[in-house]
C-alpha cells in the first residue's frame, strides 16, 4: 500500500513538474518574444528606455543587460544629434558671414565694370564675375546642406513625371558627359508618377547621376533603372567607376567625408542626396554592383497624393 501510494505521488509530482516546466518555458518564450518587439521599437523610435526590474533570472538580467545598453545607446544617438546641432550652427553662421563679404566684392566688381575702358580689363573682369557665381553657387549649396540636414527646408509635394524628370537631368549633365565620354543608359517604366517636390527631388537623382558619370571611367556607362515595385519605385544607378573601398561605406552619406577616390567636391552630394530622400520618407543605399563598380538605390513610396505626406510628417514626432 505504501509503494502505491508512494508510485502515486511521485508520478503526481512529475506531471505536476511538467506542467510547472512547460508553463515556465511558454512564459520564456513570450518574455524573449516580447523583449525582441520592445528592442525592435527602440531601434525604430529611439526616445525611452524599458525599466528596470528587480527580479533574478536569466531572463530578467538578459532583460537589464538590453536596458543599459539602450540607455548607452540613447545617450550616443544624443551626443551625436547635439553635435550635429552645433555643425549646423557654424555651417549657416559661417555662410552668412561668407555671403555678405562676397556679395560686398560683387559690387565692387559691377562699379569696376562700368567704369572700365579697355576690353582687356572688361575680360578680366568678366573672368572674375564668373569666379564670384561660381564661389556664390558653392557657398549657397553648403548653406542648403546644413538646412536640410536639420530640417529646416519644407517639401513641397506635387505629383512627377519620373521618366521626364531623369531625362532632364541627363541632359543637364550633357557637357560633362560628353567631356569624358560617358554614356547614361536610361531604363525607365513608363507612366511611373509619384510625388515629390519639382525642385529637391530631381536633385536628389542629380547629385548620385552626376557622381557616377564623374567616377566612371573615361568612356565608360551609367545605368539608371527605375520600376515600379508597387508601393514603391526603385531607381538603380550603377556606374563603371572602381567601387566603393569596404572601409568607406560607414562614412558614405556623412557630411565633408571624402572618398580616397573622388578629387573633386566638398564631400556633401550624397548626404544631401540621403536627406533630400528620407525627407521624402524614402531610402538611399550604396553599395558595389556586378560590374565592380558603384551602385546606388533609391527607394521612394508611391503615395495617393501631397495630403499623404502630411500626415506621415505628423505622424512623425508620435
Given at each position: 500500500?505504501?509503494?502505491?501510494?508512494?508510485?502515486?505521488?511521485?508520478?503526481?509530482?512529475?506531471?505536476?513538474?511538467?506542467?510547472?516546466?512547460?508553463?515556465?518555458?511558454?512564459?520564456?518564450?513570450?518574455?524573449?518574444?516580447?523583449?525582441?518587439?520592445?528592442?525592435?521599437?527602440?531601434?525604430?523610435?529611439?526616445?525611452?528606455?524599458?525599466?528596470?526590474?528587480?527580479?533574478?533570472?536569466?531572463?530578467?538580467?538578459?532583460?537589464?543587460?538590453?536596458?543599459?545598453?539602450?540607455?548607452?545607446?540613447?545617450?550616443?544617438?544624443?551626443?551625436?544629434?547635439?553635435?550635429?546641432?552645433?555643425?549646423?550652427?557654424?555651417?549657416?553662421?559661417?555662410?552668412?558671414?561668407?555671403?555678405?563679404?562676397?556679395?560686398?566684392?560683387?559690387?565692387?566688381?559691377?562699379?569696376?565694370?562700368?567704369?572700365?575702358?579697355?576690353?582687356?580689363?572688361?575680360?578680366?573682369?568678366?573672368?572674375?564675375?564668373?569666379?564670384?557665381?561660381?564661389?556664390?553657387?558653392?557657398?549657397?549649396?553648403?548653406?542648403?546642406?546644413?538646412?536640410?540636414?536639420?530640417?529646416?527646408?519644407?517639401?513641397?509635394?506635387?505629383?512627377?513625371?519620373?521618366?521626364?524628370?531623369?531625362?532632364?537631368?541627363?541632359?543637364?549633365?550633357?557637357?560633362?558627359?560628353?567631356?569624358?565620354?560617358?554614356?547614361?543608359?536610361?531604363?525607365?517604366?513608363?507612366?511611373?508618377?509619384?510625388?515629390?517636390?519639382?525642385?529637391?527631388?530631381?536633385?536628389?537623382?542629380?547629385?548620385?547621376?552626376?557622381?557616377?558619370?564623374?567616377?566612371?571611367?573615361?568612356?565608360?556607362?551609367?545605368?539608371?533603372?527605375?520600376?515600379?515595385?508597387?508601393?514603391?519605385?526603385?531607381?538603380?544607378?550603377?556606374?563603371?567607376?572602381?567601387?566603393?573601398?569596404?572601409?568607406?561605406?560607414?562614412?558614405?552619406?556623412?557630411?565633408?567625408?571624402?572618398?580616397?577616390?573622388?578629387?573633386?567636391?566638398?564631400?556633401?552630394?550624397?548626404?544631401?542626396?540621403?536627406?533630400?530622400?528620407?525627407?521624402?520618407?524614402?531610402?538611399?543605399?550604396?553599395?558595389?554592383?556586378?560590374?565592380?563598380?558603384?551602385?546606388?538605390?533609391?527607394?521612394?513610396?508611391?503615395?495617393?497624393?501631397?495630403q499623404t505626406y502630411i500626415c506621415l510628417d505628423s505622424s512623425a514626432n508620435w
Open positions: 500500500m505504501f509503494w502505491e501510494l508512494f508510485c502515486l505521488f511521485f508520478g503526481a509530482a512529475g506531471i505536476l513538474s511538467a506542467i510547472l516546466w512547460r508553463k515556465k518555458l511558454y512564459h520564456h518564450e513570450h518574455r524573449m518574444e516580447e523583449l525582441t518587439n520592445e528592442i525592435q521599437h527602440f531601434l525604430n523610435y529611439p526616445s525611452k528606455v524599458m525599466q528596470e526590474n528587480l527580479h533574478e533570472g536569466k531572463i530578467h538580467n538578459l532583460e537589464n543587460q538590453i536596458i543599459r545598453m539602450e540607455e548607452q545607446l540613447l545617450q550616443e544617438i544624443h551626443l551625436q544629434q547635439q553635435r550635429e546641432e552645433q555643425t549646423n550652427h557654424f555651417i549657416e553662421n559661417m555662410a552668412h558671414q561668407m555671403k555678405t563679404a562676397v556679395t560686398a566684392l560683387q559690387i565692387r566688381l559691377d562699379l569696376a565694370q562700368l567704369h572700365s575702358v579697355t576690353e582687356e580689363e572688361r575680360t578680366a573682369l568678366q573672368k572674375s564675375q564668373a569666379c564670384m557665381e561660381r564661389l556664390t553657387n558653392e557657398i549657397d549649396r553648403i548653406l542648403k546642406s546644413s538646412q536640410l540636414a536639420a530640417g529646416k527646408i519644407q517639401m513641397v509635394f506635387e505629383p512627377l513625371h519620373l521618366a521626364d524628370e531623369i531625362l532632364s537631368i541627363i541632359q543637364q549633365l550633357r557637357s560633362l558627359t560628353d567631356k569624358r565620354q560617358v554614356s547614361i543608359l536610361l531604363d525607365c517604366e513608363k507612366d511611373i508618377i509619384l510625388y515629390g517636390d519639382a525642385f529637391w527631388l530631381p536633385q536628389a537623382l542629380e547629385n548620385i547621376i552626376k557622381n557616377a558619370a564623374e567616377h566612371t571611367r573615361q568612356g565608360g556607362r551609367v545605368w539608371v533603372t527605375a520600376k515600379n515595385c508597387g508601393q514603391a519605385v526603385s531607381i538603380i544607378i550603377e556606374d563603371e567607376g572602381m567601387g566603393i573601398p569596404p572601409e568607406e561605406f560607414p562614412l558614405l552619406f556623412q557630411r565633408f567625408t571624402r572618398g580616397t577616390v573622388s578629387k573633386t567636391g566638398y564631400g556633401i552630394g550624397l548626404s544631401m542626396a540621403r536627406d533630400i530622400v528620407e525627407t521624402h520618407h524614402g531610402t538611399l543605399t550604396g553599395s558595389n554592383g556586378k560590374t565592380g563598380g558603384a551602385c546606388f538605390t533609391m527607394t521612394l513610396p508611391i503615395l495617393e497624393g501631397p
